[in-house]
């Protein structure tokens, strides 16, 4: 049996509130490195047919960093860190580098080195979500539309890389 040491009283909310404050520095800086390429260099790459307009993202990343800060918060809150050790560690592993990914491809502007971030960021959000449905169904369900969305943006990531 895993050692379950889940938190209690103040510590849950204290922990609820570090989730967020990770997610939100994460969304943040990425977002600081990736608005000054949209209007400079985004807008000059040929994209394909299937590109959502550029005012959707901010929207969708923080809907998805909220909902992945939440899931996190559940397997803590539930298990601890000793009893969730692998699932959160590879939940930080996911926001890593899902906070690599906006410098790679935004940042220094390179869709090639966007796409050597984005394919270890897939598979770290695809056992990310595994192992939360592992630990509790309501975080491994939280964790569904990120991952579809990361899906969706390696393919993208993909198809600029293709046409530029």
Request: glycine share 8%; charged share 10%; with cysteine.
């Amino acid at each position: 049996m895993t050692d379950r040491t889940p938190p209690t009283g103040r510590n849950l909310w204290l922990g609820l509130a570090g989730f967020l404050a990770l997610s939100v520095a994460v969304l943040s800086l990425g977002g600081a490195v990736t608005a000054p390429a949209i209007e400079v260099w985004y807008q000059g790459l040929a994209k394909p047919s299937w590109t959502p307009p550029d005012w959707l993202f901010g929207p969708v990343w923080t809907a998805l960093y909220l909902t992945m800060a939440v899931a996190a918060w559940l397997v803590w809150r539930r298990w601890g860190w000793q009893g969730a050790r692998c699932a959160l560690t590879l939940y930080l592993v996911q926001l890593g580098l899902n906070f690599l990914w906006s410098p790679a491809f935004f940042g220094l502007r390179d869709p090639l080195l966007g796409m050597i971030v984005i394919v270890p960021l897939w598979l770290a959000a695809a056992a990310t979500t595994v192992a939360f449905f592992r630990k509790q169904a309501l975080a491994g369900w939280l964790f569904v539309p990120y991952l579809a969305w990361a899906s969706y943006a390696t393919g993208l990531n993909a198809a600029i890389l293709a046409l530029n």
